[in-house]
């Protein structure tokens, strides 16, 4: 008699603690390719470089949603950038670039906090001179960089130019 008390105690107890959303009862986004487009047009125009479309709560973290647009250069010293707390996705959308990534960074400056990219888009996090040991990888269109917060990313190479999505998880919003 006990054991069944107890068992129909723990069953009514397991009910209860299963998996919970983190997000509750959060709408989906969707961004058109047209709404892209008119960033990328933007760009363009107007020499932007990064744009932010959207900005998600997603419960325990925020994701946000922009296009990149980036101009031809071609610099092995060009400036390294890492995120603190901020990861980050690229799919690149059209052209062709040369990017470096790995966490051991060379020179490490602090970003100011008053900076716009620090207080608006990437958070806190550092510049360098370069990546020691880095890996490079030659991007073109349809291609993915995961980029977890910490690791340095460096573009070095683009013949023209490269526009990516890039989706930036921050778990502190």
């Known amino acids: 008699m006990k054991f069944g008390l107890v068992l129909a105690f723990m069953a009514l107890l397991a009910q209860g603690t299963g998996p919970a959303p983190t997000c509750n009862m959060c709408p989906g986004t969707y961004i058109p390719n047209t709404e892209i487009q008119a960033y990328v047009k933007r760009a363009i125009a107007n020499q932007l470089t990064d744009q932010q479309i ?5 419960g325990k973290a925020n994701v946000g949603v922009a296009v990149v647009y980036r101009g031809k250069i071609n610099n092995p010293n060009a400036n390294v950038a890492e995120h603190d707390l901020v990861s980050e996705v690229y799919h690149v959308i059209d052209g062709e670039a040369t990017l470096v990534l790995g966490p051991d960074l060379v020179d490490k400056q602090r970003r100011p906090a008053t900076e716009t990219t620090v207080r608006l888009l990437n958070g806190p996090g ?3 001179r370069a990546i020691r040991n880095g ?25 023209d ?3 990516y999505l890039m989706i930036r998880v921050d778990p502190d919003k």
Do not use: C, E, S, Y
């Open 54 to 58: 959207r900005q998600v709560d997603i």
């Open 126 to 128: 550092n510049n360098a």
């Open 161 to 163: 130019h490269i526009t």
């Open 135 to 159: 890996v490079t990888h030659q991007l073109k269109a349809g291609d993915v960089v995961v980029i977890p917060a910490g690791t340095g990313h460096q573009f070095t190479r683009i013949d």
